[in-house]
Each structure stands twice: as structure tokens, then as C-alpha cells.
């Protein structure tokens, strides 16, 4: 800070650079009359003594606590003001905003780890939920192959946010259109029916658990379950036959969209 030599007073310049604040800040504050400098030169250009300084300094330690320039004003010019009561008011605030960015980091974490393995559950966690017969590599597979994609994204967000109890409402709305497509199977269903479609339906719907899911997309599903062996397992483990007539319901039901299953893209 000045001392008593410095009674000509410091530019707007000078100030700036020894506080470290804007000259557009510095214009404001004395419009609003938050800090005003005592001099001005004959040209009228801003001059700031000491005491000017000293204000200055003080506005700029309140408003490095956070404190609106209106809070600022009070405990500078208001002889009654609570001034231990502002700053404790200012510092629960500020807690609140450091847990508040604390949840915000642990949640960029959760994010992190997602897009990186994809499911954020121990082998255990996983084996209870999704079955003895889940394979907890399943997950870093599917990273190598679809981590690239929109859709490995959009299932990453989605992990990000799921807790064990939400996996295992998911598992479980998996289960029951396993064993509904089953039971429609065996009572004779036909692929293009008005029961097959409303299962076709409920299948995207499920699926919606991890990613967006188009009926041409699910075209391109339904030939993968027939062409993949895990999935041709899966499903002809239930009810043999289960894959085909699968992927021929989903087909009938593009085609009752205006769907050509042998043109549909994953789009």
C-alpha cells in the first residue's frame, strides 16, 4: 500500500496492476459510488490516494470471500452491520457450494470409470444380479469392440447413475421378457401378430435401459442374436428355436414401420 508520499495519488493504471483488478472493475465501483477516488487530475482523470487503497484493498479480500458488491457496501459503510454474521453467512455458502463440487467430482469419477469399463459392480455384485452363468469379462469386451460408438456412451451415462438395486430391477425386466418371448413361442405366437409385435415393442423398451434403441437397430439386433453364438445360446437355452423366431418378430414388426429388414442400417 501507498504511503504518505504518495499524496499526488496512483492512475487507474496503477492501481489495476498493484491489486490486481480490471480498469473496467475499477470504472464501475465508481460509478456506483463502491469506491470513488478522492482526486482527479485538471485533464479529470481518476487519482487514488492511500485511503482510496486501503478501500479498494478491503473490497477486494470481501469480494475474494464471494460477497456481492451490495454485501461489500454494507459492511464498508454501515456502522451497524453484522460483519461476523455476513462472513458466516458467506461461509456456509461457500461449504455448500465445496460439497456441492465434491458430489459434482465423485460423480465425474463415476463417469470416468463407466466410459472405461462399463459396469461400475464387482465380479461378486455382478454374479448375484445378472446370474452364475454372467461372464464379468462381458463388459471390457464390449468396450474393445463397441467403445467407439455413440451407444457405448450412451450406456456409460446410464451405468454412471445406476446403483446394484437399479442392475437388478434391469436384470429382472430382462428375465420376464426372456420367459414372456418363451411362453409366446410355445403358445404358438405368429412373428407379425399383434402379440408378437407388442413383445417386439417391450423389447426395445427394456433395452432402452441401456441405450436408445431403433427399430432399425433392432433389425440389426435381431440378426446378430441369430449370428452370434453367446447370444444364439442365450436364447435357444430358453426354448429351443427361441433366436429365429425372435428375429423373425422383430422383422414382421419393422416391416408393419415401413421397414425393409433386408436394408435396415444401425440407425
Known amino acids: 500500500m501507498p504511503d504518505a508520499t504518495d499524496a499526488d495519488g496512483l492512475t487507474v493504471g496503477q492501481v489495476s496492476t498493484r491489486l490486481g483488478v480490471t480498469v473496467r472493475a475499477l470504472h464501475h465501483w465508481d460509478d456506483i459510488g463502491l469506491a470513488r477516488p478522492s482526486l482527479?487530475?485538471?485533464?479529470?482523470?481518476?487519482?487514488y490516494t492511500a485511503g482510496?487503497?486501503?478501500?479498494?484493498?478491503?473490497?477486494?479480500?470481501?469480494?475474494e470471500l464471494g460477497?456481492?458488491?451490495?454485501?461489500?457496501?454494507?459492511?464498508?459503510?454501515?456502522?451497524?452491520a453484522d460483519v461476523p454474521g455476513a462472513l458466516r453467512a458467506q461461509r456456509t455458502q461457500i461449504a455448500?457450494?465445496?460439497?456441492?463440487?465434491?458430489?459434482?467430482?465423485?460423480?465425474?469419477?463415476?463417469?470416468i470409470v463407466a466410459h472405461e469399463r462399463g459396469l461400475l459392480l464387482t465380479a461378486e455384485q455382478q454374479a448375484a444380479i445378472f446370474g452364475p452363468r454372467w461372464d464379468p469379462d462381458s463388459p471390457a469386451r464390449a468396450r474393445q469392440r463397441y467403445g467407439d460408438t455413440t451407444q457405448w456412451q450412451q450406456y456409460a451415462e446410464r451405468s454412471a447413475l445406476r446403483s446394484p438395486e437399479e442392475w437388478?430391477?434391469?436384470?429382472?425386466?430382462?428375465?420376464?421378457?426372456?420367459?414372456?418371448?418363451?411362453?409366446?413361442?410355445?403358445?404358438?405366437?405368429?412373428?407379425?401378430s399383434p402379440r408378437a409385435n407388442q413383445l417386439v415393442e417391450r423389447h426395445r423398451t427394456v433395452f432402452a435401459s441401456y441405450f436408445p434403441l431403433t427399430r432399425q437397430m433392432q433389425v440389426c439386433l435381431g440378426r446378430m442374436y441369430e449370428a452370434d453364438?453367446?447370444?444364439?445360446?442365450?436364447?435357444?437355452?430358453?426354448?429351443?428355436?427361441?433366436?429365429?423366431?425372435?428375429?423373425?418378430?422383430?422383422?414382421?414388426?419393422?416391416?408393419a414401420h415401413g421397414i425393409?429388414?433386408?436394408?435396415a442400417t444401425w440407425q
Open 229 to 255: 453364438p453367446g447370444f444364439t445360446a442365450h436364447y435357444d437355452g430358453i426354448r429351443a428355436g427361441l433366436t429365429t423366431w425372435f428375429r423373425q418378430s422383430i422383422d414382421a414388426n419393422a416391416r
Open 96 to 111: 455448500q457450494r465445496i460439497e456441492r463440487l465434491q458430489q459434482l467430482g465423485a460423480g465425474l469419477d463415476r463417469m
Open 67 to 80: 460477497l456481492g458488491l451490495d454485501g461489500i457496501r454494507a459492511i464498508l459503510d454501515d456502522s451497524a
Open 52 to 63: 482510496d487503497l486501503e478501500r479498494l484493498h478491503r473490497i477486494v479480500v470481501y469480494r
Open 168 to 192: 437388478q430391477a434391469v436384470a429382472d425386466a430382462v428375465a420376464d421378457l426372456d420367459r414372456a418371448l418363451a411362453d409366446a413361442m410355445d403358445a404358438g405366437v405368429t412373428p407379425g
Open 40 to 47: 482527479r487530475t485538471t485533464g479529470g482523470y481518476r487519482l
Open 260 to 263: 425393409d429388414p433386408d436394408t
